[in-house]
């Protein structure tokens, strides 16, 4: 999984999977862009890739607004020169307060889209026209094996899932012209800040036998995954980094499950 001297930007790099991504690939030779909307979050995981010897910057962006997104990309360039690899990894699981409201709202299917798909889009746009110059890119979408199915608990966050897939073969077909590879990761089952998130949400889990949430969490990836374990942002980041390297250039189009068998596919 060598990716020495490639130049990866990483969307929502500020913790979480993004933060997995982002320190495999500098442990496997890249230097990273990490991005996020909370700075600081950014620069505390730019500072751990420095640590292991890669360049490294961090950047403010905010993927609903098309300035901040261009501004951010202006920046990456103008300090690296390029961007080889690009993992649109931004994402979110509702708008604000969406764990105390029983159903989504309108406000939820709206924000979930605005991040979750046309921040994929305009990332994506911005990126793509110097890759095409060079004839040379990997685009790596974070989907989820949520989009892989329907769900009556959070159907908007599903179906944006679903969305992010479909565009992940759209955008394969557009860029291969280009030499552009475009591939899609689902992750299953990890314990990051959105799945505490969601172990809190009460009408998502009833809790009568008054267990901690990350308890919550083991029970429910004891139940439905195959191999009894929990994924984490490293394994994300595994995958990512096989995806950004040349080993990987005739897969394009591609979503791919890292689930220990939750949803097999």
Same mark, same amino acid.
């Given at each position: 999984?060598?990716?020495?001297?490639?130049?990866?930007? &990483?969307?929502?790099?500020?913790?979480?999977?993004? $933060?997995?991504? #982002?320190?495999?690939? *500098?442990?496997?030779?890249?230097?990273? *862009?990490?991005?996020?909307?909370?700075?600081?979050?950014?620069? #505390?995981v730019?500072q751990? &890739?420095?640590?292991?010897?890669?360049?490294?910057?961090?950047? *403010?962006?905010?993927?609903?607004?098309?300035?901040?997104?261009?501004?951010? =990309?202006?920046?990456v360039?103008?300090?690296?020169?390029?961007?080889?690899?690009?993992?649109?990894?931004?994402?979110?699981?509702?708008?604000?307060?969406?764990?105390?409201?029983?159903?989504? %709202?309108?406000?939820?299917?709206?924000?979930?889209?605005?991040?979750?798909?046309?921040?994929? &889009?305009?990332?994506?746009?911005? =990126?793509?026209?110097?890759?095409?110059?060079?004839? +040379?890119?990997?685009?790596?979408?974070?989907?989820?094996?949520?989009?892989? $199915?329907?769900?009556?608990?959070?159907?908007? +966050?599903?179906?944006?899932?679903?969305?992010?897939?479909?565009?992940?073969?759209?955008?394969?077909?557009?860029?291969?012209? /280009? %030499?552009?590879?475009?591939?899609?990761i689902?992750?299953?089952?990890?314990?990051?800040?959105?799945?505490?998130?969601?172990?809190?949400?009460?009408?998502?889990?009833?809790?009568?036998?008054?267990?901690?949430? $990350?308890?919550?969490?083991?029970? +429910?990836v004891? #139940? #439905?995954?195959?191999?009894? $374990?929990?994924?984490?942002?490293?394994?994300?980041? %595994?995958?990512?980094?096989?995806?950004?390297?040349?080993?990987s250039?005739?897969?394009t189009?591609?979503?791919?499950?890292?689930?220990?068998?939750n /949803?097999?596919?």
């Open positions: 999984m060598n990716v020495s001297g490639k130049i990866a930007l &990483v969307t929502g790099g500020g913790r979480g999977i993004g $933060r997995g991504i #982002s320190l495999v690939l *500098a442990n496997n030779g890249a230097d990273v *862009a990490v991005v996020d909307l909370i700075l600081a979050n950014a620069e #505390s730019a751990e &890739v420095a640590a292991v010897g890669r360049q490294s910057m961090a950047v *403010a962006v905010d993927v609903t607004a098309q300035a901040s997104v261009e501004a951010m =990309v202006r920046q360039t103008e300090r690296f020169g390029r961007v080889d690899v690009l993992v649109n990894n931004a994402g979110v699981i509702g708008a604000g307060g969406w764990e105390d409201r029983e159903k989504p %709202n309108e406000e939820d299917w709206d924000f979930i889209f605005e991040v979750n798909v046309k921040g994929i &889009v305009r990332v994506t746009d911005a =990126v793509a026209p110097k890759m095409k110059e060079r004839r +040379y890119g990997k685009i790596i979408n974070i989907a989820s094996i949520a989009g892989r $199915r329907g769900s009556d608990r959070n159907m908007p +966050y599903n179906v944006s899932k679903a969305g992010v897939i479909s565009l992940t073969q759209g955008q394969a077909l557009d860029l291969a012209p /280009h %030499n552009i590879n475009v591939n899609a689902c992750p299953g089952l990890l314990w990051t800040p959105m799945w505490e998130r969601i172990t809190a949400r009460t009408a998502m889990t009833p809790n009568p036998e008054g267990k901690t949430q $990350r308890e919550l969490f083991e029970d +429910y004891d #139940s #439905s995954t195959p191999l009894g $374990r929990e994924q984490t942002p490293e394994d994300i980041g %595994n995958l990512a980094a096989f995806l950004a390297s040349d080993f250039q005739n897969i189009g591609q979503a791919i499950n890292v689930s220990g068998g /949803h097999m596919h």
